[in-house]
T-cell receptor, first 116, second 113 residues
Framework: DVKVTQSSRYLVKRTGEKVFLECVQD?????MFWYRQDPGLGLRLIYF???????EKGDIPEGYSVSREKKERFSLILESASTNQTSMYLC???????????????FGEGSRLTVL | AQSVAQPEDQVNVAEGNPLTVKCTYS??????LFWYVQYPNRGLQFLLK??????LVKGSYGFEAEFNKSQTSFHLKKPSALVSDSALYFC???????????FGAGTTVTVRA
């Protein structure tokens, strides 16, 4: 079974702090994603990466950055946390579409961030 | 651009009754369609997918979904709901060759005993 592990389930940070959210997958997936989930808005894509050191902006990248130095690890960084970044953050991974792969996402358990 | 609509924020059914969660999509080209379920304070779990072929697809926990190209819909169904099916359900769409899934806003299902 694919396992996607998010290192922190619950975090409480103060406005202006730098926040790191870590995600590790163990199935050699090429693609990794960061979504945020807010009630009534569903999941919105922040950033994704299709290879080591590669990254692409999603729909809501403002205020976030990412790092992918190793294939299995994808980090989300909030340089200066703000209260409107209080949310549930979900990491996911997938194989690249094609060659019989249908590209469904496998999710971690989520990291609930509260910014005071 | 691709998008997904889940027209109902909430669905309430009695245990043992049929459950339907609605989803419509908009894409350019042939869609890949997915359903996920989320239990409280957990990540999303994959339920089922439509890629091609038979319009009725079966998935985990007794769920199935019907792809209707003319109505651009992919409704999730279960013939007899259980209290344990109470959760948040998400529909998602992707076009072939794209990496990203676009998700609907989610539908909260409550099954009462």
């Amino acid at each position: 079974d694919v396992k996607v592990t998010q290192s922190s389930r619950y975090l409480v940070k103060r406005t202006g702090e730098k926040v790191f959210l870590e995600c590790v997958q163990d199935m050699d997936h090429e693609n990794m994603f960061w979504y945020r989930q807010d009630p009534g808005l569903g999941l919105r894509l922040i950033y994704f990466s299709y290879d080591v050191k590669m990254k692409e902006k999603g729909d809501i990248p403002e205020g976030y950055s990412v790092s992918r130095e190793k294939k299995e690890r994808f980090s989300l960084i909030l340089e200066s946390a703000s209260t409107n970044q209080t949310s549930m953050y979900l990491c996911a991974s997938s194989l690249s579409p094609g060659q019989g792969n249908t590209g469904e996402l496998f999710f971690g358990e989520g990291s609930r961030l509260t910014v005071l | 651009a691709q998008s997904v609509a889940q027209p109902e924020d909430q669905v309430n059914v009695a245990e043992g009754n049929p459950l339907t969660v609605k989803c419509t999509y908009s894409v350019s080209g042939n869609p890949y369609l997915f359903w996920y379920v989320q239990y409280p304070n957990r990540g999303l779990q994959f339920l089922l997918k439509y890629i091609t072929g038979d319009n009725l697809v079966k998935g985990s926990y007794g769920f199935e979904a019907e792809f209707n190209k003319s109505q651009t819909s992919f409704h999730l169904k279960k013939p007899s709901a259980l209290v344990s099916d109470s959760a948040l359900y998400f529909c998602a769409v992707r076009v072939p060759g794209d990496y990203k899934l676009s998700f609907g806003a989610g539908t909260t299902v409550t099954v009462r005993a």
